[in-house]
């Protein structure tokens, strides 16, 4: 089946550090990979996407590469504020019947500091 | 736009009682879901609708059910609450996508935190 492997939180970096969150997938065919942000007690907001091998998604600063030969989506950002404190969900939708159901990672939270 | 609703936000239940979590959407999306988001474990689907009058199980469907009588609404019921359905849940719409491409921005409601005593 499906899965999800990101890297264990918290994390926690001072502002204007660099930040890699760790992706690894496993799936058939070819997914669309997804990084989702959770910012404290709200619901989960789409971050970027990327929907075939060596795509790379971007966002607010963040960027992911698609990464077909390492089944890998990692999150970066060059240089992050307290304003990116959040949990992010690497996750993944796949060529299944039904649709856009996503398998998601366990969630790294990112704590920025000043 | 109101997006995806969520009602309530919170809600206390003893075991054994049922109720209903509302999710609406204003956005004339096909596919809705419900996730159920538990410490250390992600998000994990419950069931999911492709549009109205069709539902079908996810990763962890039992003691839920769901039905989908209109696009805009679909509501999850537990059945019998137990302790093990403590958690958050979250409603989900988008559009389906052509060919069933899975690429579709989800569109997160707000969530209801649910504590089962």
């Known amino acids: 089946g499906n899965s999800v492997t990101q890297m264990e939180g918290p994390v926690t970096l001072s502002e204007e550090a660099f930040l890699t969150i760790n992706c690894t997938y496993t799936a058939t065919g070819y997914p669309s990979l997804f990084w989702y942000v959770q910012y404290p007690g709200e619901g989960l907001q789409l971050l970027l996407k990327a929907t075939k091998a060596d795509d790379k998604g971007s966002n607010k600063g963040f960027e992911a590469t698609y990464r077909k030969e390492t089944t890998s989506f990692h999150l970066e950002k060059g240089s992050v504020q307290v304003s990116d404190s959040a949990v992010y969900f690497c996750a993944l939708s796949a060529l299944t019947g039904g649709g856009n159901k996503l398998t998601f990672g366990t969630g790294t939270q990112l704590k920025v500091e000043l | 736009n109101a997006g995806v609703t969520q009602t309530p936000k919170f809600q206390v239940l003893k075991t054994g009682q049922s109720m209903t979590l509302q999710c609406a959407q204003d956005?004339?999306?096909?596919?809705m879901s419900w996730y159920r988001q538990d410490p250390g474990m992600g998000l994990r689907l419950i069931h999911y609708s492709v549009g109205a009058g069709i539902t079908d199980q996810g990763e962890v469907p039992n003691g839920y059910n769901v039905s989908r009588s209109t696009t805009e609404d679909f509501p999850l019921r537990l059945l019998s609450a137990a302790p093990s359905q403590t958690s958050v849940y979250f409603c989900a719409s988008s559009y389906s996508g052509i060919g069933g491409r899975g690429y579709n921005e989800q569109f997160f409601g707000p969530g209801t935190r649910l504590t089962v005593l």
């Open positions: 956005m004339n999306h096909e596919y």
